[in-house]
């Protein structure tokens, strides 16, 4: 925080300690903590409140419940966890608690966790979790905890036809995502229009119903990623500067998962892929074969490429780059910059990849779809 003020200070930009709320004609008023208020009217103005933490009915955050917001602030490991959702985020502290020694379970209500994931990375994800004993159950609903005196509770959940479990926990972390913080903004007088689900609707350029308001980040109904945030921000900064900005396409951001092992990945899975109608071919190779991830004793992973067949037969565009493994978010910018410019599998297949290096293996496999292969 102090390298972001110290940014912020060097911009000479006016920052207003208080709660803004937007009204008619771009006049923002800001209630200052002394009660106080102020207004300030833009030319633009850019809604950025961002998203707080879902909760789920009887798991308000109090003791050992939590989210992960106060996860955050624990100064010690709790020996029991229980993980309510097998998203991202609670695969991600999951994975966490469990390195750190406590005894982990998975509560989900899907039939498997990080659903929509490509189904061979999510394999090796499932995989390690149950190397490290933690407890995975799908298919369950969580219908509320009792304390149990001592510090913990025990959280109570079911299969829908099945007997009723206790499990006893010293904490629990509700990971069922996050919801867009627009509680505050006030809008009276705009024609700024929230969905049901609390999104503020926009157009491709993050414009809203009213002249001159950009929306941004968790606010709006885009991948909730801080670098998708990122790249709105610069998107709308340059079309009020009337730059002419390219959209972003959603479809092929970079995501990335961190649990152990990391999970990083753009465009669509192979299942999406096909079931969008493309007709496919798709190479992978594991990590246990690259000696960088050998030396670093890390070599459960793979790297999957998926690109459109030629008439011919041949691999062509890529469209989709799936990793899991070591350190593999640091490694999809590649895959990311093949897939966002619609780049050929021949096209990829001349860059030289450093060796030894964990990146080889985004190479050889790309390299193996033009049929031909280093160590294959």
Not at 180 to 196: H, I, M
Not at 298 to 315: F, Q, S
């Amino acid at each position: 925080m102090k390298g972001l003020g110290g940014l912020i200070k060097s911009k000479k930009i006016t920052v207003l300690d208080g709660v803004g709320s937007l009204g008619a004609n771009r006049t923002v008023t800001v209630l200052h903590p002394d009660g106080s208020s102020s207004t300030v009217t833009g030319t633009s103005v850019i809604l950025a409140s961002g998203s707080v933490p879902r909760t789920i009915p009887g798991f308000d955050p109090a003791g050992p419940v939590m989210t992960s917001d106060e996860v955050l602030m624990l100064s010690y490991v709790p020996q029991r966890v229980a993980v309510i959702g097998g998203g991202a985020i609670g695969c991600e502290f999951a994975s966490t608690f469990a390195d750190l020694g406590a005894t982990v379970t998975i509560l989900e209500g899907l039939p498997k966790i990080l659903p929509g994931l490509d189904a061979d990375v999510a394999n090796v994800v499932l995989r390690t979790f149950k190397k490290k004993q933690i407890d995975i159950r799908t298919g369950v609903k969580v219908l509320g905890h009792s304390p149990n005196g001592a510090g913990g509770t025990i959280v109570h959940f079911g299969a829908a036809d099945g007997d009723l479990e206790n499990l006893e926990v010293d904490a629990v972390v509700v990971s069922v995502g996050r919801r867009p913080f627009a509680d505050q903004l006030g809008l009276l007088g705009t024609t700024v229009k929230v969905t049901d689900r609390g999104f503020v609707e926009v157009d491709e350029y993050c414009r809203t119903g009213e002249p001159g308001v950009y929306a941004i980040g968790d606010l709006i109904n885009t991948p909730a990623l801080a670098h998708v945030g990122y790249a709105e921000a610069i998107l709308v900064t340059k079309h009020i500067l009337n730059e002419g900005p390219m959209p972003i396409r959603y479809d092929r951001v970079p995501w990335a998962i961190y649990c152990h092992p990391e999970v990083a990945f753009s465009g669509p899975s192979e299942e999406a892929a096909r079931e969008a109608g493309f007709d496919v071919v798709v190479a992978k190779h594991q990590f246990r074969a690259n000696s960088r991830a050998q030396i670093l004793g890390e070599p459960d992973g793979l790297v999957k490429v998926i690109a459109k067949r030629n008439a011919d037969g041949t691999a062509g565009q890529i469209l989709g780059v799936h990793m899991v493994g070591p350190w593999v978010t640091e490694q999809l910018s590649g895959g990311y910059l093949a897939v966002n410019w619609e780049a050929t599998a021949a096209e990829v297949a001349e860059f030289i990849q450093p060796h030894p290096s964990l990146t080889e293996l985004f190479g050889e496999t790309v390299l193996s779809l033009t049929g031909r292969s280093l160590n294959a």
